[in-house]
């Protein structure tokens, strides 16, 4: 599949998550969802201009091309997953890994709040707090690189060569 006919398929597959993509099919319009990202914010950094002391100032057409690229690239990873045999919702495992450390960020807050309120020297309480906070967050930081490590070798699985629970071969 060649990169027009992958941006294509994609495109006109908006919100497809069911039935494969090939490689070639979803690397190329991995190719262009970023490629196009790049371009873009240089397109904005030239007309907006860039300015590091004002983080706030941020152009607005790399925005909207990722906002609206982004259900395509999604469903197309999904159907990628699928030609691999494996399911697509492996892909929400990193998003799954997040929300369980925010969980249990606040609640270690909370837990630590409520120890102090109860009348627990403050002091005492901050170092152990601390220590537990950033090894969570350390812990969640390598969960989700290896995640991540793990998603990129399953998309660039070969496909499975006969039909499997999510169709035909494409």
């Not at 960020?105 to 152990?128: H, N, Y």
């Not at 812990?139 to 499997?164: C, E, H, K, M």
């Given at each position: ?132 906070g950033l090894s969570g967050l350390m812990i969640a ?30």
């Amino acid at each position: 599949m060649t990169f027009t006919e992958s941006v294509r398929a994609c495109l006109s597959k908006y919100v497809t998550f069911s039935g494969r993509a090939g490689r070639s099919e979803f690397w190329w319009f991995a190719a262009f969802f970023f490629g196009g990202a790049v371009v873009l914010s240089m397109i904005d950094a030239a007309l907006f201009g860039t300015d590091p002391n004002a983080p706030e100032q941020v152009g607005i057409l790399a925005p909207i091309f990722q906002l609206a690229m982004f259900l395509p690239y999604l469903a197309a990873a999904w159907r990628r997953m699928h030609d691999t045999g494996r399911p697509g919702g492996y892909l929400l495992l990193p998003l799954a890994v997040s929300i369980g450390m925010y969980v249990f960020l606040f609640l270690g807050i909370f837990a630590f709040g409520a120890m102090e309120t109860a009348g627990a020297d403050p002091d005492a309480l901050r170092g152990p707090a601390a220590i537990l906070g950033l090894s969570g967050l350390m812990i969640a930081g390598v969960v989700q690189f290896i995640l991540l490590i793990l998603l990129v070798y399953w998309l660039t699985r070969p496909s499975q060569p006969d039909a499997n629970e999510y169709g035909p071969p494409v």
